[in-house]
């Protein structure tokens, strides 16, 4: 079973700024759509982001300006750098792998993506 892992969550102030990473070595990611979620205490989990294997990119409205998502090929990882962190940005955020293009993702058919990472939790607090 291929999986990927996220990593570079942590607690940030305010204002602050993370990078995400999201790597897989059983596979590669060149030839997938990678979106990244995120899921708050008591809510269900929403899309962020989501980059396609031509680098294609999609983005939730409130992240718009201050999220960017980017892929290294290289490196066989796809970043998810985040610039003015709010409170309200504070959840665990999950990447998850389609073929080619954000179509689970954009039709909000999450379940459908392909491979899911475990998580790693983004605290924004003073």
């Known amino acids: 079973q291929f999986r990927l892992v996220e990593s570079g969550g942590g607690l940030v102030q305010p204002g602050g700024s993370l990078r995400l990473s999201c790597a897989a070595s059983?596979?590669?990611?060149?030839?997938?759509?990678i979106g990244w979620f995120r899921q708050a205490p008591g809510k269900e989990r929403e899309g962020v982001s989501c980059?396609?294997?031509?680098?294609?990119?999609t983005y939730e409205d409130s992240v718009k300006g201050r999220f960017i998502i980017s892929r290294d090929s290289a490196k066989n990882t796809v970043y998810l750098q985040m610039h003015s962190l709010k409170p309200e940005d504070t959840a665990v955020y999950y990447c998850?792998?389609?073929?080619?293009?954000?179509?689970?993702?954009?039709?909000?058919?999450?379940?459908?993506?392909?491979?899911w990472g475990e998580g790693t939790q983004v605290t924004v607090s003073s």
């Open positions: 998850a792998a389609e073929w080619r293009v954000c179509t689970f993702y954009d039709t909000n058919r999450y379940s459908k993506m392909d491979y």
């Open positions: 980059i396609s294997s031509s680098s294609s990119t």
């Open positions: 059983e596979f590669n990611l060149e030839n997938y759509a």
